[in-house]
């Protein structure tokens, strides 16, 4: 199973926003799968979003459908194990990425934090949600909305890497693999596709990707992120992008957010990308917890925030895309997104109060020695 994965065409993308879309379109291919269903999910908290998987998910097992479920062990804390019984007691393999244990020390900080949804081999969601009642409320929730997020919906010769991606980590956590199934020749749709990923530091194809595109961008590069905590070849290519004219435009979590640290810590980095020319969002309706890129007609969706983190210690998986109405739609919802964000213009923001400094500095200070972060 190789770590680098090829484009191929043919293939049909969708991008669903919002858990009241994306949730109840990855219940129905869990309801329609025949044959397999692989899942592989950092966030995983009991609940009523959690119940409507599981019932689906039995169902499926009971009607002989091979299903995988991949859970990080840490961000599947809140994932009782009644719940995960309730699974098992149906068929349903259910495996924990690296178990947390005392005498594991730094690895315990490893995390699986990949978002994958496979049926049948032949349909794949990929994006950043979890299954949890974050990502579908009805109803404000101690006054904090649904948590703002995408998930891309995928036909074609790219979901056999997706397949294999998953496999990789299935088999190391000790699972059974159904059968492999190889791709089918049909077109499904027009779009240019790859899967890329990151392996904490042994694999950073997706940041090595981002730079990439960023560097050679000549008309926008537009990113929507939860948490900005970069690398500096990150910054760099931002602050570059924008002197030679390119179209730069940051969207961050504003202070609605699960990480209030992040949010203080990350604007130690405003004054260089304002002073360059990069225009910065907050997002303020909600917790912005997608992870977007827009270079030019290029697109890049999945799990990873490209913060240090990240890229540092955790399995992330993001799928790239080069087709006309997917790139219109990532566009749209950008541009829907800046226009419910605060902007951060640098005249404003060089006067903050001398506390906001002080706490901004105190949280960087810290970010900066447990992540060394240039």
């Not at 044959?35 to 009607?63: C, K, P, T």
């Amino acid at each position: 199973m190789t770590g680098r994965y090829r484009w191929s065409g043919g293939n049909q993308v969708e991008l669903l926003v919002e858990g009241a879309q994306f949730i109840p379109r990855m219940l129905q291919v869990i309801e329609e799968a025949r044959y397999s269903l692989l899942l592989e999910f950092y966030m995983v908290s009991s609940g009523e979003v959690a119940d409507r998987f599981i019932s689906a998910l039995i169902n499926a097992a009971r009607r002989g459908v091979k299903v995988c479920w991949l859970i990080d062990d840490f961000g599947g804390r809140k994932f009782s194990l009644q719940d995960s019984a309730r699974l098992e007691q149906a068929g349903v393999q259910v495996r924990r990425y690296n178990p947390i244990s005392l005498f594991k020390m730094a690895a315990n900080l490893a995390r699986d934090h990949r978002k994958l949804l496979i049926a049948d081999q032949q349909t794949g969601f990929i994006g950043g949600t979890g299954i949890s009642d974050e990502y579908l409320r009805a109803e404000p929730v101690s006054g904090t909305l649904a948590w703002h997020d995408i998930m891309l919906q995928v036909q074609g010769v790219v979901v056999a890497d997706m397949v294999q991606l998953f496999a990789k980590q299935w088999l190391k956590s000790g699972g059974v693999m159904p059968p492999i199934r190889l791709p089918g020749t049909a077109r499904a749709g027009e779009a240019l596709a790859r899967v890329t990923q990151v392996e904490g530091l042994k694999i950073q194809q997706i940041k090595r990707s981002f730079v990439h595109h960023m560097n050679r961008a000549e008309e926008r590069v537009w990113l929507a992120t939860a948490y900005f905590l970069p690398a500096f070849s990150v910054r760099r290519s931002l602050r570059r992008a924008a002197r030679r004219g390119v179209d730069v435009r940051l969207i961050v979590a504003g202070p609605d957010t699960d990480h209030p640290w992040v949010y203080h810590a990350s604007k130690r980095y405003y004054r260089r990308l304002l002073q360059s020319g990069v225009r910065i969002f907050e997002y303020q309706p909600s917790f912005l917890h997608a992870k977007l890129g827009l270079c030019d007609n290029w697109v890049s969706a999945g799990s990873c925030n490209l913060d240090h983190w990240n890229l540092r210690w955790n399995l992330e998986a993001n799928l790239e895309v080069v087709e006309p109405k997917l790139t219109q739609a990532v566009e749209q919802l950008l541009i829907s997104d800046m226009s419910r964000s605060h902007e951060v213009l640098y005249a404003q923001w060089s006067r903050r109060p001398w506390y906001q400094k002080f706490r901004e500095a105190c949280w960087s200070l810290i970010c900066q020695t447990l992540l060394k972060i240039r």
